[in-house]
């Protein structure tokens, strides 16, 4: 997902969006899409928005880092499950992951999936611990880690 116009960013993300803004000389989205490469991914629907073209232009079809990358273009924004819901054509009938392409993580995809694969999930949520979770929202789970409810922020 590389679509929001990263406005707690500005004045940084005026004529850039969030996932080019550069960390250790590469745009954050490189970050994501290498570590979904790591972890077995090569083929990515990049849904995009905000200075859309930027980004196209930027990663192209994804050849340069062995993936192929597809775009999903919103004409408006249309949030993370409108986002989603745009590119259901090139997500196909399978599993997906999505993530963000502004969020440097390194996540165990691999261990993720196979979490989701043995439990048999309709849906699975990668979530961290942090000392303060009221800027991000809280998820109660229970003993399973089923998620029970969601507080936002």
């Given at each position: 997902?590389?679509?929001?116009?990263?406005?707690?960013?500005?004045?940084?993300?005026?004529?850039?969006?969030?996932?080019?803004?550069?960390?250790?000389?590469?745009?954050?989205?490189?970050?994501?899409?290498?570590?979904?490469?790591?972890?077995?991914?090569?083929?990515?629907?990049?849904?995009?928005?905000?200075?859309?073209?930027?980004?196209?232009?930027?990663?192209?079809?994804?050849?340069?880092?062995?993936?192929?990358?597809?775009y999903a273009t919103e004409d408006t924004p249309l949030g993370t499950a409108g986002s989603v819901k745009n590119a259901a054509d090139k997500l196909r009938d399978d599993r997906f992951l999505v993530i963000s392409g502004d969020a440097l993580t390194d996540i165990d995809l691999t261990d993720m999936i196979r979490f989701h694969r043995e439990n048999e999930a309709m849906v699975t949520?990668?979530?961290?611990?942090?000392?303060?979770?009221?800027?991000?929202?809280?998820v109660i789970v229970d003993d399973h880690g089923r998620v029970e409810r969601f507080l936002e922020k």
């Open positions: 997902m590389a679509g929001g116009e990263g406005t707690r960013l500005r004045p940084m993300t005026a004529n850039q969006p969030k996932p080019l803004l550069p960390v250790i000389n590469r745009p954050i989205m490189e970050h994501v899409l290498r570590l979904l490469k790591r972890h077995g991914f090569t083929e990515t629907v990049v849904t995009v928005q905000f200075l859309a073209a930027l980004v196209r232009n930027y990663f192209g079809d994804g050849d340069e880092l062995g993936m192929s990358l597809h949520i990668g979530l961290k611990r942090v000392p303060n979770p009221l800027e991000f929202g809280i």
